[in-house]
C-alpha cells in the first residue's frame, strides 16, 4: 500500500515563507511526476505544481515566481517552497503522482494571516 505523508505546514504571516516535504515508500517514485495540491475550505483541489522525474517543472499562474517544487529521488522526497506567501494560499497541501493514482495522505495545513 503506498503512503504519502506530507509535512511542513504551519501558521505564517502573509510574506512568510513554509517549506512543504512529502515522502513515499513506492519504489517507482524517482521515474513519476509527482505534484503538489491544495484544497481551499469550500473548494475543489487544485494542482499547485508539478516536476518530472527529469526536474522539468510547471506552477499554477496564481503562484508562479513565489514558489519552487523540487525533488529528491534518493529519498523518495518532494518539496514545495513557499515564499510571499498570501492568505489565499490558506488550504491544505498534499501531493500525489500526477494521475492521482495513489490514496491521498493525510496532508499538511497551511494558514497565511493577513
Known amino acids: 500500500q503506498v503512503q504519502l505523508v506530507e509535512s511542513g505546514g504551519g501558521l505564517v504571516q502573509a510574506g512568510g515563507s513554509l517549506r512543504l516535504s512529502c515522502t513515499t515508500s513506492e519504489s517507482i517514485f524517482r521515474i513519476v511526476t509527482m505534484a503538489w495540491y491544495r484544497q481551499a475550505p469550500g473548494q475543489e483541489r487544485e494542482l499547485v505544481a508539478h516536476i518530472s522525474h527529469g526536474g522539468n517543472t510547471n506552477y499554477v499562474d496564481s503562484v508562479k515566481g513565489r514558489f519552487t517544487i523540487s525533488r529528491d529521488n534518493g529519498k523518495n522526497t518532494v518539496y514545495l517552497r513557499m515564499n510571499s506567501l498570501k492568505p489565499e494560499d490558506t488550504a491544505v497541501y498534499y501531493c500525489?503522482?500526477?494521475?492521482?493514482?495513489?490514496?491521498w495522505g493525510q496532508g499538511t495545513q497551511v494558514t497565511v494571516s493577513s
Open positions: 500525489n503522482n500526477i494521475l492521482t493514482t495513489w490514496p
